[in-house]
């Protein structure tokens, strides 16, 4: 269905986060991980330095695409945010979520880009890339547009990168497909998480597959928009969250085989 190879689909170890805390934790989880098929991970919510999670991932047959960073540590101080990465032997960092900023505030909101835009050329300058996730509080309006497309209108392509994500996206409102045309050249990173509705009228997250994302869409969307990463997220499973990952990495191999 596209030229996706397997090995570009990653795991959101935020996913495994209560399975991450210590050193002995994150060995146990990184063997059950690549067991399922997964060659690659996204390290958040890890409890363990970069260098030590990283020889322990790579012992366990693991490589790491990307890691996100807390927002504080982004906006105060990017040097030191290469410095870990370089550590972690990475190339790609994300900001997670957008703490303390009023969204309802014009100022906050524009001081906000003006932090991005900021650390993106800090980490572009020493070759690392950084890439903003959002949730679906970037959908309220900003004027005519929505905070999403104000952050990226008011930043430099090559300064911020996209880390779209797709229930969030589809929770605010927008179109996942659409916005990950937009994003065109601009997104190393794509999250992939489904969305499901409960019969109790409340939205949930969902495996890959069992819920209502048009996946061969959002997935053909992403190979012409020249996406690097296929990193699968699921913030809260009903089960066994590594019933979960295994039930979303065979879905997407499925579909990367057709």
Not at 13 to 41: E, H, M, N, W
Not at 44 to 62: F, H, W
């Amino acid at each position: 269905m596209t030229s996706f190879k397997i090995d570009q689909v990653a795991l959101q170890l935020y996913t495994l986060r209560d399975f991450c805390k210590t050193p002995t934790d994150l060995a146990a989880t990184a063997q059950k991980v690549r067991k399922i098929g997964y060659q690659s991970v996204q390290i958040s919510g890890v409890g363990v330095q970069p260098p030590e999670a990283k020889k322990i991932l790579n012992e366990a047959g693991l490589t790491i695409c990307a890691t996100h960073e807390s927002s504080d540590f982004i906006r105060q101080d990017p040097e030191a945010v290469c410095e870990r990465l370089h550590q972690a032997g990475v190339k790609h960092t994300a900001f997670p979520y957008p703490s303390g900023v009023d969204f309802g505030d014009e100022t906050s909101v524009r001081n906000l880009a003006r932090q991005l835009e900021h650390a993106g050329a800090v980490l572009a300058k020493r070759g690392f890339t950084l890439s903003y996730h959002n949730h679906a509080i970037e959908f309220v309006r900003f004027g005519p547009l929505t905070v999403l497309d104000y952050i990226y209108q008011a930043t430099s392509p090559d300064h911020l990168k996209a880390e779209l994500d797709t229930y969030w996206i589809q929770y605010g409102g927008g179109d996942p497909v659409a916005w990950i045309e937009k994003m065109s050249g601009r997104m190393s990173l794509l999250h992939l998480k489904d969305f499901a509705f409960l019969k109790d009228g409340k939205a949930a997250f969902a495996e890959i597959g069992q819920g209502n994302l048009n996946w061969r869409r959002i997935l053909a969307a992403a190979e012409k928009s020249g996406a690097e990463w296929l990193i699968i997220e699921q913030d809260t499973c009903a089960g066994d969250p590594f019933d979960s990952i295994r039930i979303s990495f065979d879905y997407i191999q499925k579909l990367l085989a057709e």
